[in-house]
């Protein structure tokens, strides 16, 4: 969460859960989809305390534990931080935790069938419930080409803060332009099919360069919640959907940045200049 400003960032926490977590849910993100499993089935009460208490060690000076024991009897003292902690790092049974490329490609051996799938996996029937926001049925299930992800996203941030696009590889392009007063790359690398992330779509961060000229690398808005900002469920029908809100997050992103929080962090970005 480095860069963000602490208490901008709780605030949002507050306001998204009091809305029911509408940003996660609109991530093409299978660790997102896990988190908000977890998030939906706890109590009010139980919700307020994980706010608090994150606040709380939020608050606490930054230490360097000597052993991992050190570091969980730290941790011990948030309860409620340590149950979110052991979910989201259980692995996920369900067919909106797995990458939709190993999904369409189970499913495409299996014949489409999802009651197929769930009794070959041995899952009930929230093994095999969809997320609406990414997912309307079955037909859904197809994972848009990386030829046709690139063309919709270069679109959407053109269209959603005249970005320009800048190709820096063959796997990565940064979409650059100005913000408010502040110079903006959306720094996105396009997973490639060969390697132990084949099963990725894309990763995202957000360099930033302040009106006072302090720049920093901000991680994409998923580590917020301590998970990765790796989209991995990008499909033809929702892939308009997700660009567009891959660039309402990089606005809510700069929202949370004060300029005095990146004082003195300058990473070399020649090309914000």
């Not at 996920?92 to 499913?107: D, F, N, Q």
């Not at 046709?148 to 970005?163: M, N, S, T, Y």
């Not at 360099?207 to 469920?233: D, Q």
């Amino acid at each position: 969460m480095a860069a963000f400003d602490q208490d901008l960032v709780q605030a949002h926490r507050r306001a998204e859960a009091a809305d029911g977590w509408p940003l996660l849910r609109s991530c093409p993100n299978t660790s997102a989809v896990h988190l908000l499993r977890y998030l939906d089935s706890l109590t009010e009460a139980e919700n307020a305390a994980l706010l608090d208490q994150w606040e709380a060690n939020d608050a606490l000076p930054k230490v360097d534990f000597a052993t991992i024991d050190e570091a969980a009897a730290a941790l011990e003292r948030f309860p409620a931080l340590v149950s979110y902690r052991n979910a989201i790092t259980q692995p996920g049974r369900s067919i909106m935790t797995l990458p939709i490329k190993t999904v369409a490609g189970s499913l495409a051996d299996m014949g489409g069938s999802l009651q197929d799938w769930a009794r070959r996996f041995d899952l009930g029937p929230e093994g095999i419930r969809l997320h609406p926001p990414l997912v309307r049925d079955l037909t859904d299930l197809v994972p848009v080409p990386p030829r046709v992800l690139r063309k919709v996203l270069e679109e959407a941030a053109k269209l959603g803060f005249d970005a320009r696009a800048q190709k820096v590889d063959a796997e990565e392009s940064w979409y650059i332009s100005r913000i408010n007063g502040w110079d903006v790359a959306l720094d996105v690398v396009f997973v490639s099919s060969k390697g132990w992330r084949r099963t990725h779509q894309l990763d995202y961060g957000l360099w930033v360069k302040s009106p006072a000229g302090n720049r920093v690398r901000l991680n994409g808005y998923e580590s917020l919640w301590r998970i990765p900002s790796t989209w991995n469920f990008i499909t033809v029908e929702n892939v308009d959907r997700s660009a567009s809100h891959l660039m309402r997050l990089v606005r809510l992103m700069l929202n949370l940045v004060r300029d005095e929080d990146i004082s003195g962090i300058s990473p070399d970005l020649a090309s914000l200049q």
